[in-house]
């Protein structure tokens, strides 16, 4: 066959891309320093995929890059390799044809550069110190000179396969919660919106392999759904809890979880939820008075019974034993969502109830949850909670010394229930 020669070795006269290939190996100076042959492997195989280069091309490029050298890296001799296409077939698993079209197209690639000997043979030997003397077949130092372009490569499809990462987890959660609001409002008999469409839109099957693209639109797509869900949702309750239920002889209670005052009045009269006691009633004939304060929940409770009644707790605390209320409103917020319990009713608690008894609320549910007592809904639980708070007949105290109780040994129950017999 006919060859010419470039200055650095004679190449097979293919296409103008085997030229384009030699004047690569030309500019070869070596790896950038602290880049190792295996950090080029692992970008050249990274960036393959957006190169549109296939399989076999880079398991070829792998073989040949694994024999070499790393000294043969620095730029004092360009990286040579020379197994024979009998060697390549065994470790490629392909026949002789196959290897041979995977060389023509590395070549056309710009991926390597053949240095043939006289008789077209390939070999080499190296010094004693393992650096090469002479050797001709493959000449690797174009994959050196494009180590730029593989890195920039790599670098950007990592960055792509992390923000598809992200879309598609954010795409799970956002279904999640449609299913979740959509489930809560039939439950509660709410008829003002499809929840059986949008159930079916959150359940639908989506693309094997989306691309980038696809994933930005449908996460576009399924947070406005979640939007139009939330709003049906807050709508359709807002109705239910304005809508005319009969003659009722009980005037509504104004939610509050801070501690009332000395000399607090409230402006209009209203009813106690709770059954007033003598010494209220006796005061209240004696003044004259028909304003009545409603009852405001006067349970204190501290932090460390929260603590030691729901163990569950340190999952999600990263030092239990100096946690504040802060961090027990924190390790709840991200238990939620793994109970499925969704941000509207978890905004319905904070404002029902307050930031930290919300919290010791969800503290519980969490308790049960764990415990298999909670298996349909623990966002319907949560929210009945609600209801019982905003009336006052929610008490969180009996639940935390109950959860207590059944978190003692049992041991230490049967002792105490052995003293308190005594």
């Known amino acids: 066959m006919q060859t010419v020669s470039n200055g650095v070795g004679d190449v097979r006269r293919l296409a103008d891309a085997q030229w384009a290939a030699a004047r690569l190996a030309d500019t070869y100076q070596g790896l950038p320093e602290s880049i190792s042959k295996a950090m080029l492997l692992d970008r050249f195989e990274r960036a393959a995929p957006r190169l549109g280069y296939g399989d076999g091309l880079v398991r070829l490029i792998r073989a040949l890059v694994r024999v070499t050298a790393e000294q043969d890296w620095t730029g004092r001799t360009h990286p040579l390799a020379w197994p024979s296409n009998d060697a390549l077939c065994e470790e490629l698993q392909r ?126 797509t399924f947070q406005a759904l979640l939007a139009a869900v939330d709003a049906a949702w807050v709508k359709a309750r807002k109705f239910d809890q304005t809508e005319p239920r009969g003659v009722m002889d009980e005037a509504h209670k104004e939610p509050t979880t801070q501690p009332r005052s000395e000399g607090t009045t409230y402006s209009s009269p209203q009813k106690e939820v ?75 608690a904070r404002d029902a109830m307050g930031k930290n008894r919300a919290a010791i609320a969800l503290a519980t549910v969490l308790a049960r949850w764990k415990d298999g007592e909670i298996r349909s809904s623990a ?12 009336f006052g007949g929610l008490k969180l105290l009996p639940s935390l010394y109950g959860l207590k109780e059944r978190a003692a040994p049992p041991r230490a129950r049967s002792f105490r229930r052995t003293d308190g017999g005594e």
């Open 95 to 220: 026949s002789r044809s196959c290897v041979q079209g995977l060389i023509r197209l590395a070549v056309r690639a710009g991926l390597v550069h053949m240095k043939d000997s006289g008789n077209g043979k390939r070999w080499g030997y190296r010094d004693e110190r393992g650096f090469i003397v002479e050797a001709f077949g493959f000449d690797l130092a174009p994959m050196a000179a494009r180590w730029d372009e593989f890195a920039d490569l790599a670098a950007a499809r990592s960055l792509e396969q992390a923000q598809r990462r992200y879309f598609k987890r954010k795409l799970g959660e956002i279904r999640r919660e449609i299913r979740t609001v959509c489930a809560d409002a039939v439950h509660r008999g709410y008829t003002t919106y499809d929840w059986t469409g949008a159930v079916d839109q959150a359940l639908g099957r989506l693309p094997r392999t989306p691309s980038l693209g696809e994933l930005e639109a449908l996460n576009e």
């Open 274 to 348: 709770v059954e007033p006691t003598a010494r209220s009633l006796d005061r209240s004939v004696r003044d004259g008075s028909s304003e009545v304060e409603a009852a405001i929940s006067e349970e204190v409770i501290p932090l460390s019974l929260v603590l030691e009644a729901v163990p569950e707790l340190n999952d999600f605390l990263s030092d239990p034993t100096s946690a504040q209320w802060e961090d027990l409103v924190d390790a709840v917020g991200r238990a939620a969502p793994l109970m499925g319990i969704n941000f509207s009713a978890l905004r319905e």
């Open 379 to 390: 966002g319907g639980y949560l929210r009945a909670m609600c209801e019982r708070e905003r």
